[in-house]
């Protein structure tokens, strides 16, 4: 149960997003712009950064939204997802994508703990500087949006399907919800 009446029942972000529509616009285009926007690094791929993160924030409606969301955009699915999550080093991805998973996982710790190794990496593995900047910038806004969800103890359903609900919708559709 939230810890403050939202007036809604909507799971997660989208119940904190209709309690608060005038913050909900702001977060939710900056979602888009990272998540969807136009970028070199393929959306599942910054969906799997936002999962990741969640994961490490031990945030579980974010992180099954967004596992969710990677798993529809990416050939492999919900597997690599989970490749991810459970072993980072071991996963099959590409040396830049996981040079950018170390990255964001600095940064969910700490944003001093990027160091110039972590960047050298990704900069080694073929990592653009905007594919450096939106990682770091994935990870602290899912740091947030991760505190926000928890902080307030919002609405988490258990059932996958849910989620795979939510995922036909975002990559159809996107983060940004039109004003009734």
């Given amino acids: 149960?939230?810890?403050?009446?939202?007036?809604?029942?909507?799971?997660?972000?989208?119940?904190?997003?209709?309690?608060?529509?005038?913050?909900?616009?702001?977060?939710?285009?900056?979602?888009?712009?990272?998540?969807?926007?136009?970028?070199?690094?393929?959306?599942?791929?910054?969906?799997?950064?936002?999962?990741?993160?969640?994961?490490?924030?031990?945030c579980r409606f974010c992180y099954n939204s967004h596992a969710a969301f990677a798993a529809a955009q990416l050939p492999e699915g919900m597997d690599l997802v989970e490749q991810v999550r459970a072993d980072l080093g071991g996963a099959p991805i590409s040396a830049k994508l996981r040079a950018l998973l170390m990255i964001a996982g600095a940064v969910q710790e700490s944003g001093r703990k990027v160091a110039e190794e972590h960047i050298a990496a990704a900069r080694d593995a073929g990592a653009s500087d905007v594919e450096i900047h939106d990682a770091v910038l994935i990870a602290a806004a899912f740091c947030m949006y991760n505190?926000?969800?928890?902080?307030?103890?919002?609405?988490?359903?258990?059932?996958?399907?849910?989620?795979?609900?939510?995922?036909?919708?975002?990559?159809?559709?996107?983060?940004?919800?039109?004003?009734?």
């Fill in 1 to 58: 149960m939230p810890h403050i009446a939202l007036g809604n029942e909507a799971p997660g972000i989208i119940g904190l997003f209709e309690y608060r529509p005038e913050t909900a616009h702001p977060m939710s285009a900056l979602a888009e712009v990272l998540l969807r926007g136009e970028n070199s690094l393929p959306r599942g791929d910054r969906e799997l950064i936002a999962a990741y993160v969640s994961a490490l924030n031990d």
């Fill in 147 to 180: 505190r926000y969800v928890d902080g307030l103890a919002a609405l988490t359903p258990d059932d996958p399907a849910d989620y795979a609900v939510m995922a036909q919708f975002i990559v159809a559709a996107g983060y940004i919800r039109e004003e009734a």
